[in-house]
């Protein structure tokens, strides 16, 4: 089935920007979503359809998706944003519709 | 306010079938677009889709679960109901149920999820 592939950890320094890849073939032909989970805390979806962003959650979060590899960008980080970070596709023409990555934990230094 | 909520056994012993309900409110099942997942996550590992179950009953199953997995509602109680047979100590995680957004490829809200383990 179809693998969606994340750095295990990424670390930033707070008001830096941060970046969390999602690799996948061709993954720029899917819409891809993220979202962030807190220890303890169920995930919540922070960009829907590779760009947007669901009410409530900061323009510091945005999202890209092209060729082999999507980015979830989180600017000028704060310490509340430390946490896990899930990428997901759904593909309705798959026997296994939806994929999850294999998460991203970002620590803020 | 759109809610879900978990409700199953904690502990389940090995080869026991696990049934888990996701009770639902601020929205009906039978409303055109309302999907309804079950996702897992063992501890501190990634997240696993396995099923989900449509307004029109039309249903999606994990393919490497597909085999063990059976979900279903009943939308005059507002449940929609996993089964996953065969329990092993793998299956040791947090179950969460998502209501899907109107596209049905995100998942907009979470239950809080509930912990099942497998143990003996």
């Known amino acids: 089935s179809y693998v969606l592939t994340q750095p295990p950890s990424v670390s930033v320094a707070p008001g830096r920007t941060a970046r969390i890849s999602c690799g996948g073939s061709n993954i720029g032909n899917n819409i891809v979503h993220w979202y962030q989970q807190k220890p303890g805390q169920a995930p919540v979806l922070v960009v829907f359809d590779d760009s947007d962003r669901p009410s409530g959650i900061p323009e510091r979060f945005s999202g890209s998706n092209s060729g082999n590899t999507a980015t979830l960008t989180i600017s000028r980080v704060e310490a509340g944003d430390e946490g896990d970070y899930y990428c997901q596709v759904w593909d309705a023409g798959s026997d296994h519709p939806c994929v999850f990555g294999t998460g991203t934990k970002v620590t803020v230094l | 306010q759109v809610t879900l909520r978990e409700s199953g056994p904690a502990l389940v012993k090995p080869t026991q079938t696990l049934t888990l309900t996701c009770t639902v409110s601020g929205f009906s099942l039978r409303t055109s677009g309302m999907c309804v997942n079950w996702i897992r996550q063992p501890p501190g590992k990634a997240l696993e889709w396995l099923a989900r179950?449509?307004?029109?009953?039309?249903?999606y199953y994990s393919t490497s679960l597909k085999t063990r997995l059976t979900i279903s509602k009943d939308t005059s109680k507002n449940q929609v109901v996993l089964t996953l047979t065969d329990m092993d100590p793998v299956d040791t995680a947090t179950y969460y149920c998502a209501r899907s957004g109107f596209t049905g490829t995100t998942f907009v809200y979470w239950g809080q999820g509930t912990l099942v383990t497998v143990s003996s």
């Open positions: 179950i449509d307004w029109d009953d039309e249903k």
